[in-house]
């Protein structure tokens, strides 16, 4: 788990993440990928995932549970027709839940 | 997912069957069909999935049942009428429980239905004993991971029952021996029953419940009351079962002088340290007696055991393949692959694709992304769920794989085929594959065989099982051996034999990374089980425990091929240095590619990059990758046709290679982080094409098989098959 805590500066990050998202970009800077990986980390009770229920190209959004048996949460009215949308979505929720603030850009 | 099932074999020749065991759950027919397998990958912009039917209905419609999963180890005595002796009794055993704190019961020993004696660690994580319908038990809750000397006696003469608990390894003044004890009934009847001797589950009504998670050690039984303590100056036995006997076994051993000898279901832990080892004995091999333990795991899986639901024999003219079982209703379908191995006497084709059923194995219905919180992290973005995943979730009796912990938290060293393996089917989609098809392990090595049928080449197909069992008598008359994208897990065997075709002239392409990395051992009996010990080094979920890095199967040091002195750079003349599962980075030529020597490989190639495009990832190399590291064995007269030179950070230097932490060892900044593809000779006139990258096949079916990665692949290939000599 990251220790890393989000700050004021931190925005202009991700405003880079979002234009590496659309430009397919991998290769992140310093800066946004130790944001990323604050993200990214944690255990996994909580933990977002997007849950392809069938063939179609939608994905929805799911939270992983604690332990092995349980149900996957799968939030049939949260869906993304864009894997990109979802990512963004997600770093949107965990950026406010990180900092205490939504991400206005 | 409504149906579930396996074959008895991964691997068959004509004229012999193979057994189908299936299960179904909320359906009550089925059908099965036969079909060859050519291209699993079902992305849309790959080169279209392909399968070829051969049979529509191999006797169906099948009446659909449902078989259960009995997960969880114990070990068992066939009932004995020499228990109906015991009038009193008393028994003593070290324990190291692993997993407490959940409110529930888990069984040391049971012989017991109404009437008997069972002792347990109740559902207050309190030792306790029954007799028939009275009990005993201590006050103080036991912890995890302590050794527990346990006594509990019962008088029938007096009426007496007594139970102790104490700590083998003292850490304070508090650690005193803890005793419970009151008088319940004389003469008790509690042999008069008919059931089995249970050890770390107990029986109800034939179902075995209540399984233990922990060792267990020494276990004796006297038939009176008798003094009992650490000293261990005791009387004879009634039994006296030393798990340091037959470790390699699924049968433990009773010295005792009844001879009640066990046996063990669902291939729980041995050659783990005892409760009386100590570090001066790494190897269970050298002094046994420190091995007198056994781990019980209420996740262990060996054997479903199944009953068979239908057979297939295989048709004298049916070519070698790779080949699949299709069980399927109107709305599920579940695949089961085989391979055909070719006959003894007619192995026509000069290409053999090995298939590599350990790597299989070892990935079997892993939770990576679903366990696995880091893989986030290591693929670079969100962790896509798709219905195999929900039910391999839901489902966790489906066993576990060399990726996945127990339960309490201990290491998985056995792997079993005998289970229905949900990602070990065409149109899977995994976690690690990379953007785009996101294939893994046998889907993403139907790239390599779609790719052989779409270019016309006739090919035989072995798998890892037959390659050990079979040895080098059934690879050293082909002409060609192709690997699979990831063949990771390797045995002495299989990797010695590989080595021996290869300077008998044979020519090997291994298409793929991370190849030859883990030591593994089969079990004794049979290849259906194998087993890893991920001891120094090596990316891994988990490391040993010290003393325990010896296999039970073999006896062999297991853990990385780097660390037992067969390096894969030796057999490939490359080695694994890193793994990244977002994007992929393509290969660029070097001056020796342009090299006479090597003209033959890049025929037709005019581009300088190579791969800057594919389905895993976008690039021809990612996922795991290798290169070449002279110290570690690469032969000197490599030539290094073309590497990849930039990966992103969530690439990062292998831990055996990290000796020494520091910034800088992410794939933007360390050298050592790049796929190489490599050619070279070896004696015979023998020769080895690597292209260190579990992505480069994604690359080959890229555009329909149409770019300069398959060229430069079959350039190799119509090469090897040409018996010309290379300069």
């Not at chain 2, 393509?586 to 020597?597: E, L, Q, V």
Request: hydrophobic residues 35%; glycine residues 8%.
């Amino acid at each position: 788990m990251s220790r890393y805590q989000i700050n004021k500066t931190d925005v202009k990050y991700a405003e880079e993440f979002r234009n590496n998202l659309y430009l397919n970009n991998y290769y992140h800077s310093p800066s946004l990928q130790r944001i990323l990986n604050l993200f990214r980390s944690g255990p996994k009770k909580g933990k977002y995932v997007i849950v392809k229920l069938n063939n179609k190209k939608i994905w929805h959004l799911g939270i992983l549970p604690e332990n092995r048996g349980q149900k996957i949460k799968i939030y049939k009215k949260i869906y993304f027709e864009s894997l990109l949308d979802a990512e963004w979505y997600v770093f949107k929720k965990r950026w406010k839940k990180h900092s205490g603030k939504e991400l206005r850009i | 997912m409504n149906i579930l099932g396996y074959a008895d074999k991964f691997s068959v020749m004509q004229n012999e069957s193979v057994e189908f065991k299936v299960s179904c759950q909320n359906i009550k027919k089925y059908n099965a069909a036969l079909l060859k397998i050519v291209q699993g990958d079902i992305n849309d912009k790959g080169p279209g999935y392909k399968e070829i039917k051969l049979k529509d209905n191999l006797g169906g419609p099948f009446n659909a049942r449902y078989q259960k999963i009995p997960i969880g180890s114990y070990g068992i005595i066939r009932n004995k009428k020499i228990f109906h002796k015991l009038k009193s009794l008393s028994l003593s055993v070290y324990i190291f429980p692993t997993l407490l704190k959940r409110g529930r019961k888990q069984v040391i020993l049971s012989r017991k239905n109404n009437n008997g004696f069972e002792l347990f660690i109740n559902n207050e994580d309190k030792i306790q004993f029954n007799i028939n319908n009275y009990n005993i038990k201590l006050k103080k809750k036991i912890f995890e991971k302590n050794w527990y000397f346990i006594t509990a006696k019962y008088n029938s003469k007096n009426g007496s029952v007594y139970i102790s608990e104490e700590l083998v390894f003292k850490q304070n003044e508090n650690n005193v021996i803890n005793v419970n004890k009151k008088i319940i009934k004389k003469n008790i009847d509690f042999t008069n029953n008919d059931c089995n001797f249970f050890i770390a589950a107990n029986s109800n009504n034939g179902q075995i419940k209540n399984f233990y998670n922990g060792k267990i050690d020494s276990l004796k039984i006297y038939d009176k009351e008798t003094k009992l303590d650490l000293s261990k100056k005791t009387s004879k036995t009634f039994a006296e079962w030393d798990f340091s006997k037959f470790i390699s076994s699924d049968k433990f051993f009773d010295k005792g002088i009844n001879k009640l000898h066990g046996k063990l279901i669902n291939h729980p832990a041995r050659a783990v340290t005892g409760y009386n080892w100590n570090e001066k004995n790494q190897d269970w091999k050298i002094n046994s007696t420190n091995y007198s333990s056994i781990h019980f795991h209420e996740d262990d899986l060996s054997d479903c055991n199944w009953d068979t639901d239908f057979k297939f024999k295989i048709p004298s003219k049916m070519k070698s393949g790779i080949y699949a079982v299709k069980l399927f209703n109107r709305s599920d379908e579940f695949y089961i692959p085989f391979c055909i191995k070719p006959k003894k006497k007619s192995r026509k084709n000069k290409i053999l694709f090995l298939m590599p059923t350990a790597s299989y194995l070892a990935y079997a219905n892993n939770r990576i992304g679903i366990d696995v919180p880091e893989t986030e992290l290591v693929c670079g973005r969100l962790i896509e769920m798709n219905k195999q995943d929900i039910y391999l979730q839901e489902h966790p009796e489906l066993g576990l794989s060399f990726y996945d912990l127990h339960e309490d938290g201990s290491p998985v060293f056995y792997s079993s085929k005998k289970r229905p393996i949900i990602n070990f089917q065409p149109k899977s989609v995994g976690k690690l594959g990379g953007i785009g098809s996101n294939v893994w392990q046998f889907n993403a090595d139907t790239h390599v065989t779609g790719w052989l049928d779409n270019f016309g080449y006739d090919f035989d197909v072995i798998t890892d099982s037959d390659l050990q069992t079979e040895g080098l008598e059934l690879i050293k008359d082909y002409s060609v051996i192709i690997t699979g994208t990831h063949p990771e897990y390797y045995s002495l065997k299989m990797i010695e034999t590989i080595e021996k075709y290869k300077n008998k002239g044979g020519r090997l392409m291994y298409l793929g990374g991370n190849g030859f990395y883990w030591r593994i051992s089969y079990d004794t009996k049979s290849t259906d089980i194998i087993e890893c010990r991920k001891s120094e080094g090596g990316i891994r979920t988990f490391e040993t425990k010290p003393g325990e890095s010896y296999t039970s199967t073999t006896g062999e040091y297991s853990g990385l091929w780097r660390r037992n002195g067969i390096p894969p750079n030796k057999l490939t003349g490359i080695g694994m240095v890193s793994q990244g599962f977002d994007v992929s980075s393509p290969y660029y030529r070097t001056n020796a590619s342009y090299n006479k020597k090597v003209k033959f490989i890049f025929n037709g190639v005019k581009e300088k990059i190579i791969g800057n495009f594919g389905l895993s990832g976008g690039g021809a190399s990612g996922l795991e990758i290798d290169s070449v590291n002279k110290d570690l064995g690469s032969p000197d007269n490599i030539l290094i046709l073309a590497s990849s030179k930039k990966h992103t950070d969530v690439y990062m230097m292998t831990p055996e290679d990290m000796l020494d932490p520091a910034p800088g060892m992410g794939g933007t900044e360390a050298e050592i982080i790049k796929s190489d593809m490599v050619f070279f000779k070896t004696l015979n006139n023998g020769a080895v094409f690597s292209v260190g990258s579990i992505a480069w096949a994604g690359s080959m079916a890229w555009n329909n098989y149409k770019n300069n990665v398959s060229k430069i692949t079959k350039n190799v290939l119509d090469g090897f098959l040409k018996k010309t000599k290379f300069k």
